[in-house]
């Protein structure tokens, strides 16, 4: 049985604060086929939006994505690639970095037994932080790039977990911490018992999920995130199956706030999903 309401913060605001003059129009989108989201994609681009969070799943038998589009007047040109293989997935990154392109999302998830990948690059603002992405790891080789990047003054955006067989692999993307960046904190492999504690604790830190992953390792449910410092009012669910979602989704569109993060991911063969939403 899952569990599916997580928390609320910053009841207030959430209730009274308005909508910021920068707040984007946008778009969610779940249970895709990937030509409904090739399709969803050039439908939307057409009117000025852009994908800004993509994840994907295996569902049954059927690959599934969910995603987010926005719509911003001054936004850079993007780039958005699904299904890649590993090889590829290299090669569109080395090639997008020389023209420019940094990573916004790298998903990762398994079919037939081999990964494929998800992601969004964005051109990247001038003077932007560095950002680096790292793909393909092992708990080990995520505990050393871990070790190696918080040392050189870099945090993380995103975890995703996925499955390759039965065992995990991360995706993850970094940047270089700008000053005055507020407080993170991150986790991942969680249960999601162990999930709502470490929501519930971040909560009465003033932290809220900024980055959301859901993923199955040989059949349990498993959790990541990334948590920051924040000032808005924010929701967040997790464990939700398609029609617990879809009421969250109407429910707190009513009452103004805007889809950050939409993770799909698949347990026992049917799709589950965890999100995190923000009143700006």
């Not at 003077?127 to 995520?142: F, G, I, K, V």
Request: with cysteine; charged share 30%; net charge neutral.
């Amino acid at each position: 049985m899952h569990r599916y309401l997580i928390a609320c913060a910053l009841v207030t605001s959430l209730l009274c604060a308005s909508a910021s003059a920068a707040r984007p129009l946008w778009e969610e989108r779940h249970g895709l086929t990937a030509d409904d989201f090739e399709k969803t994609t050039k439908q939307l681009a057409e009117r000025g939006y852009r994908p800004v969070q993509i994840s994907a799943a295996v569902v049954g038998k059927e690959l599934r994505f969910a995603a987010i589009w926005e719509k911003h007047a001054d936004a850079p040109p993007t780039e958005t690639r699904h299904n890649l293989t590993d090889k590829q997935y290299e090669k569109t990154a080395d090639e997008l970095k020389e023209k420019g392109f940094r990573p916004v999302e790298v998903r990762g998830y398994e079919v037939d037994g081999e990964a494929r990948f998800a992601a969004i690059w964005e051109k990247a603002p001038k003077d932007a932080p560095a950002r680096e992405a790292h793909h393909a790891l092992t708990s080990d080789d995520y505990r050393k790039v871990y070790a190696e990047l918080t040392k050189k003054g870099y945090r993380p955006l995103q975890v995703s977990g996925y499955a390759i067989g039965k065992e995990t692999r991360y995706a993850t993307i970094w940047e270089k911490e700008p000053k005055n960046a507020p407080a993170w904190h991150t986790r991942r492999d969680l249960t999601a018992e162990q999930y709502q504690d470490v929501f519930d604790e971040q909560l009465k830190m003033g932290h809220r999920i900024v980055h959301v992953s859901g993923y199955t390792i040989d059949g349990q449910e498993r959790f990541a995130g990334v948590w920051e410092a924040a000032t808005t009012g924010w929701y967040g669910h997790h464990g939700l199956d398609t029609k617990q979602f879809d009421a969250a989704m109407a429910k707190l569109k009513g009452q103004g706030l805007r889809p950050v993060q939409v993770s799909i991911y698949a347990v026992g063969g049917q799709a589950r999903y965890a999100g995190a939403w923000v009143n700006d």
